[in-house]
Nanobody, 129 residues
Framework: QVQLVESGGGSVQAGGSLRLSCEASGLIYGISYCMGWYRQAPGEEREGVGTIDSTGRITYADSMKGRFTISKDNAKNTLALQMNSLTPEDTAMYYC??????????????????????WGQGTQVTVSS
């Protein structure tokens, strides 16, 4: 069973930085996955931060470009999110997600159904002004 565990969240002042990590376990050896970072603020819908597919291609939501950087350590099955120049609007619960491919990841995000992949439990990021 795939498990995702996020870490690295916390409280930071505006302009600061945080680095989130997502460690995946229970993966099938030899299979490449698509992973992504998402966030959800109170009262808001979950929104995408960025994804990395099995080829290593990374895409970001337009509003995240330039400040957020996704990286992946395949040897450690770890996905990272480096966040710089944080603003109070970045305050949210940040989630890691994993699926077999981009199509499955999109379905996972839309339906939240474990049929399409896995979510981590989330890590809270709070940015104060």
């Amino acid at each position: 069973q795939v498990q995702l565990v996020e870490s690295g969240g916390g409280s930071v002042q505006a302009g600061g930085s945080l680095r989130l990590s997502c460690e995946a376990s229970g993966l099938i050896y030899g299979i490449s996955y698509c992973m992504g970072w998402y966030r959800q603020a109170p009262g808001e819908e979950r929104e995408g931060v960025g994804t990395i597919d099995s080829t290593g291609r990374i895409t970001y939501a337009d509003s995240m470009k330039g400040r957020f950087t996704i990286s992946k350590d395949n040897a450690k099955n770890t996905l990272a999110l480096q966040m710089n120049s944080l603003t109070p609007e970045d305050t949210a619960m940040y989630y890691c997600a994993l699926a077999l491919d981009r199509g499955a990841l999109a379905l996972l995000v839309r339906t939240l159904s474990p049929e399409f992949g896995s979510w981590g439990q989330g890590t809270q990021v709070t940015v104060s002004s």
